[in-house]
């Protein structure tokens, strides 16, 4: 492991063994036609894997003092670019892109949920994420109504595609070592799925659906500004008196649009 100023502020949590690098890149499906924007460089581990397999890579890192160690690398297919991604505009992050792209990354809690959501709501080029995230947010990810985990970001997630864990990554094959194993979630994106509804209106009724849990649509949806109480009431009782995390994907589109169209 190179020596490093390991900095909590961004999460960082390395990993060096190679065959979970390389299956990592396996489980993103990446080949020598592929374009991969990485997310978070770190010590540069991952960033050479995928250099292997893809046909291009541009790889976003925060921290700057990781500079001229991973321009020593001499990754001939790699653009490294050191800024926040976050802060950089989706278009301007897809202009370096021909054509369609993959991500992989392995993300820090507190960014995890802002990235996805960033990428499925603006991108019109991304085919496919591939991210490492704590193993309690892939679980999340990919739960299915009924379930204890389901929420918004389930929601979303399958309204955008279609979610599966690829792999669980104990504690231990970090440095340095963190609190919490670890998963790979890929997600695949199909644009047209719902491709009439209009994402992010369909966004802020899932989150007015989610936004008390312990209540039922009805109280939920009574406190909505973007519904009246006429549209409400297009709503069967019986689906009222539900809470949203007994609803599928299905259910809310149905419901959405018995509302709004």
């Known amino acids: 492991m190179i020596n490093h ?10 990993i060096s063994d190679k065959n979970l690098l390389q ?5 993103a499906n990446i080949s020598g036609s592929d374009d991969v924007l990485e997310i978070g460089a770190g010590a540069g581990t991952l960033t050479e894997e995928i250099s292997k397999k893809a046909r291009k890579v541009v790889s976003y890192e925060i921290d700057k003092d990781l500079t001229q160690h991973l321009i020593e690398l001499n990754l001939k297919n790699v653009q490294f670019i050191f ?9 301007n992050i897809e ?3 021909n054509d369609k792209y993959k991500i992989i990354a392995n993300l820090p809690y507190y960014i995890t949920t802002p990235i996805i959501f960033k990428f499925l709501n603006n991108s019109t080029k991304l085919q496919s994420l ?14 299915k109504e009924g379930k204890k985990d389901y929420g ?7 309204f955008f595609g279609k979610a599966e864990i ?20 890929r997600i695949d994106i199909n644009r047209d799925k719902y491709k009439n509804i209009d994402k992010l209106k369909f966004y802020n009724f899932i989150q007015a659906c989610f ?6 649509l009805k109280n939920n949806l009574q406190h909505c500004d973007m519904i009246s109480k006429s549209k409400i009431e297009l709503i069967p009782q019986n689906i009222l008196d539900l809470r949203a995390e007994m609803l599928s994907i299905d259910d809310f589109v149905t419901l959405y649009l018995k509302i709004f169209e």
Do not use: H
């Not at 193993?135 to 999340?140: D, G, T």
């Open 5 to 14: 100023n390991f900095k909590k502020k961004f999460g960082q949590n390395f």
């Open 23 to 27: 299956a990592i890149v396996s489980d």
């Open 83 to 91: 800024e926040d991604i976050m802060n950089e505009k989706i278009e």
């Open 95 to 97: 202009n370096k892109f």
């Open 130 to 143: 591939t991210i490492m995230v704590q193993k309690e947010v892939a679980e999340r990810i990919v739960a």
């Open 152 to 158: 918004v970001l389930s929601v979303m997630i399958e």
């Open 166 to 185: 690829t792999r669980i990554v104990g504690r231990k094959m970090f440095f340095p070592e963190p609190n919490v194993d670890s998963a790979v979630v």
């Open 211 to 216: 936004s008390m849990r312990r209540k039922t």
